[in-house]
């Protein structure tokens, strides 16, 4: 049987975590994962967006917004950089609240490629599906699919939709928009391949444009806490109380990130830090702790998979120290009742 055919009704689906410990415990678990990545000085800035290239390696913020709408920040927290491929699983929301679970998942695919976030052999290997929404080639299949008649109006409703995850209205960086403009040749092919595998369903050009301006929104680490917490809970801003996008949508954003939201090393991810979430070039990563909240950190050095090397080490740390791994399990308190 298929899973979407599974008679679910009248099942509560709501998960059931938990809280947050006590604010003063998340603020010294905060301070203390900083404190541990900030001694870590592996990776590289990437690059091959020239732009990107001048980030401050040295640049370091952790945020923990929680769904009652308490945040807790430490470092560089207020710092605007470019929201790259975290984009992906905001847009992939929107697409799933506009038309739907079933067409999305028919058309781009839930699985993890195994292969690096902008290849071209995964596509072909798979037929020409894009397997998920969470590489190039499903980011770009799920920008065209959003709604909207024109590309202006798909951006539009880009920009809207994500500026309500954040809470605040978010500006493109025109610097950034044109540095990546320059260089993605290997994005417009991607596109025109997925066109010729009848799996756009807009213009492979236009589209890419749309990509591209959505990947060059200005967020700060406070941004991703707060997306990353309307997630967490069940698709309602804990800021502002608006309801972006439904619970179930965000449970099938949330599973999706689980299993693909870091590329290549997603499996690793999960075994280590068990929480859903997604990273991008920049150095910005998002994670979600269901029920509870989302964590956004931003450091530009990036491992080879391209995800940021303190953000990561930062959210391993925290994962344990807070008890958030979805995993997590204890022996249940069993009593003689002989």
């Known amino acids: 049987m298929r899973h ?10 709501r998960a059931r975590t938990g ?34 290239g001048a980030a401050d ?43 739907g679970h079933r067409e999305v998942r028919e058309l781009v695919g839930v699985d993890n490629t195994g292969l690096p976030f902008n290849s071209v052999m995964a596509i072909e290997l798979a037929g020409g599906h894009p397997r998920n929404p969470m590489v190039n080639a499903g980011a770009i299949a799920t920008t065209a699919l959003m709604p909207g008649a024109t590309p202006e109006r798909k951006w539009q409703l880009v920009i809207e939709g994500l500026s309500r995850f954040a809470g605040r209205q978010l500006e493109l960086d025109d610097e950034v928009y044109r540095s990546e403009s320059d260089t993605n040749d290997r994005n417009r092919a991607i596109a025109r391949l997925l066109y010729s595998y009848g799996r756009m369903r807009a213009d492979p050009v236009e589209t890419v444009d749309v990509y591209t301006k ?3 929104l200005l967020v700060d680490a406070r941004d991703l806490a707060v997306m990353g917490a309307t997630l967490a809970d069940g698709g309602v801003n804990p800021l502002t109380g608006d309801q972006v ?9 949330l599973a999706v990130l689980a299993s693909a939201g870091l590329y290549e090393h997603s499996g690793e991810w999960l075994y280590e830090i068990g929480l859903p979430g997604k990273s991008g070039v920049a150095g910005g990563l998002v994670t979600v702790a269901p029920g509870k909240g989302g964590l956004g950190a931003w450091a530009p050095p990036l491992d080879g998979a391209g995800n940021s090397v303190r953000g990561q080490i ?7 120290t807070l ?5 997590a399990s204890a022996p249940a308190d069993r009593q003689d009742t002989r």
Request: glycine share 8%.
């Open 57 to 99: 390696p040295e640049a370091f913020g952790l945020c923990i917004a929680d769904v009652s709408g308490d945040v807790h920040e430490v470092g560089d927290t207020r710092t605007a950089f470019s929201i790259q491929s975290i984009s992906k699983a905001f847009v992939y929301a929107l697409v799933c609240e506009g038309i």
């Open 19 to 52: 809280t947050l410990p006590h604010r003063s415990q998340v603020d010294t678990a905060l301070d203390e994962a900083y404190r541990r990545a900030l001694s870590h000085h592996e990776g590289t800035v990437a690059d091959y967006i020239p732009v990107l």
């Open 323 to 327: 008890g958030l791994n979805i995993f």
């Open 314 to 320: 930062a959210t391993a740390h925290l994962s344990r």
């Open 4 to 13: 979407d055919e599974l008679d679910l009704g009248g099942v509560d689906q």
């Open 214 to 216: 959505q990947c060059s």
């Open 245 to 253: 996008v439904s619970p179930e949508v965000s449970r099938d954003t």
